[in-house]
C-alpha cells in the first residue's frame, strides 16, 4: 500500500511529528502541504494530514489543501489526521482553555472533510502536545507519535520498518 503523508508546520513541531510517524511507516511519500500537487493522490492508498491547530482550527495552508481535493477522490482510500496544539489544561486565562475544549482542536475537523470527499476512517485522530505558543513538543510526544504510526500500520495491515 501507497502512503502518503502531507503536513503544514508553523514553528517546526508538526514536521516534527510528521517524521518520527514517517519513520514507524513503510516508507510513506512525506511532503510539505505548500509542495502538494492533485496528482500525488492518484496511486495513494493511505492519506495521513497533519495541521498545527490555530484558532480552533486547521491552518490556512491546510484549508487550501483540501479545497484542492476533488469530491469523492478519496473514495477507497484510508484516512488519517493528526494536529499539534496546545493543551487546553495549560492555558492562561482559564476562559481561553475552556473554549478551546468547546470549539476544538484540527485534527478531527480535518478528519470530517476527507470523510466528507470519501475517505474511511483508518484510525482515531490524534492531537501532539506543544508548550507554549511556538513549542516545543512536551516531552514524550515523538515516542507518543511512533507508537500511534504503529497503530496505523497494524490497522492498515502494513509491514513496519
Known amino acids: 500500500m501507497k502512503t502518503l503523508m502531507v503536513y503544514d508546520s508553523y514553528f517546526g513541531n508538526t514536521k516534527k511529528i510528521a517524521k518520527a510517524i514517517s519513520e514507524e511507516l513503510k516508507k510513506p511519500t512525506v511532503k510539505n502541504i505548500k509542495d502538494f500537487k492533485p496528482e500525488y493522490l492518484k496511486n495513494t492508498d493511505i492519506l495521513i494530514v497533519g495541521s498545527p491547530t490555530r484558532a480552533f482550527n486547521f491552518s490556512d495552508k491546510t484549508k487550501e489543501f483540501m479545497d484542492k481535493i476533488p469530491q469523492d477522490e478519496l473514495k477507497g482510500k484510508k484516512v488519517a489526521t493528526f494536529d499539534t496544539r496546545i493543551d487546553h489544561k495549560e492555558v492562561k486565562p482559564r476562559i481561553l482553555g475552556f473554549l478551546m475544549k468547546i470549539f476544538g482542536y484540527a485534527d478531527k475537523k480535518i478528519m470530517k472533510i476527507l470523510l466528507n470527499k470519501g475517505g474511511e476512517k483508518l484510525t482515531e485522530p490524534e492531537g501532539f502536545i506543544v508548550l ?22 497494524n490497522n492498515a495491515n502494513l509491514p513496519q520498518q
Not at 507554549?132 to 500500520?153: C, F, H, N, T, Y
Open 132 to 153: 507554549g505558543k511556538e513549542g516545543p513538543l512536551k516531552d514524550g510526544e515523538i515516542e507518543r507519535a511512533k507508537k500511534w504510526a504503529v497503530q496505523l500500520s
